[in-house]
């Protein structure tokens, strides 16, 4: 069964390299991947060019919904266009599906309540691409991811710049996963033998971004970050911030570890240490 990897950004990207004979499709061909396979389709518009496989496939979705969207969405013209019909299809949501959960212990049984319109969107897709599974007989896999961090994605820019952080005493619960984990977490849900259906994926480690942000620091030689207290970050910080961290859950992975895989980085510290070194920035 021939697989594909709709988005090859940052996540994406790893994916395609891992995943051996696939094809990716992207609105450009990403530079540093060599690839003979390989569509290049916008997906904001119509008609988007048919993806003919020669036989029933796998995708592994990871393209954000557009903002405002005119007439279809992404999704819904990638599916259009992929002949013959998807037999799996692996879609990467997001946790903001579940709202404020007020730091509660969150599965995947929570009753979902999306509080911003980015987590909105991430629903509709994931209603959109069950009912394309009930249609086409097709197995849906939804991962809800946390935040991702990885190699060039450690917010070293944000700590350097003085970016200030809320008070670890003010601070929530956080959830994220290593890029690595991610991809195998993908590479697992797209085989045949994984049952169907909706995962939490993360590392287990539900410290805070704060706390986060300063274990990042101490291992890159940098200073902690400042901190402020939750009164003075809702006067001072942008709302696009605010809604991130107003949100609060604690991530239940148990049936990502169950069927997918245990996580390769369950201490954050390591994850941050693998990625310095890969990004060069400390010795093996």
Do not use: W
């Amino acid at each position: 069964m021939r697989s594909i990897v709709a988005g090859t950004g940052y996540t994406g990207a790893r994916i395609l390299t891992a995943l051996a004979g696939s094809v990716g499709i992207n609105r450009q061909p990403p530079a540093d991947i060599e690839t003979q396979d390989f569509f290049v389709r916008d997906l904001d518009q119509d008609p988007v060019a048919a993806i003919v496989l020669n036989e029933p496939g796998a995708m592994i979705y990871s393209i954000p919904p557009a903002v405002e969207p005119a007439g279809k969405t992404r999704l819904e013209r990638l599916l259009d266009s992929i002949q013959p019909e998807l037999q799996r299809a692996v879609y990467l949501s997001t946790t903001g599906v579940y709202g404020d959960q007020q730091g509660r212990l969150t599965d995947e049984t929570t009753e979902l309540s999306p509080a911003n319109a980015r987590a909105k969107r991430r629903l509709a897709d994931e209603q959109r691409l069950l009912e394309y599974g009930d249609k086409h007989d097709c197995d849906i896999v939804i991962l809800r991811v946390p935040g991702i961090y990885g190699p060039g994605r450690l917010g070293l820019d944000r700590i350097q710049s003085g970016t200030v952080f809320i008070d670890e005493s003010d601070a929530h619960p956080g959830n994220r996963i290593h890029v690595e984990d991610l991809v195998r977490c993908c590479l697992a849900a797209i085989k045949t033998t994984t049952p169907a259906g909706i995962y939490n994926v993360g590392d287990g480690d539900h410290r805070s971004s704060t706390a986060f942000a300063t274990a990042v620091a101490k291992l890159a030689g940098l200073q902690p970050p400042k901190t402020v207290s939750r009164t003075t970050a809702n006067e001072t910080f942008s709302e696009l911030r605010l809604s991130f961290l107003r949100e609060s859950r604690t991530l239940d992975t148990t049936k990502m570890r169950k069927f997918l895989c245990e996580a390769h980085y369950a201490n954050p510290e390591d994850g941050i240490r693998a990625s310095l070194i890969e990004d060069g920035m400390l010795s093996d």
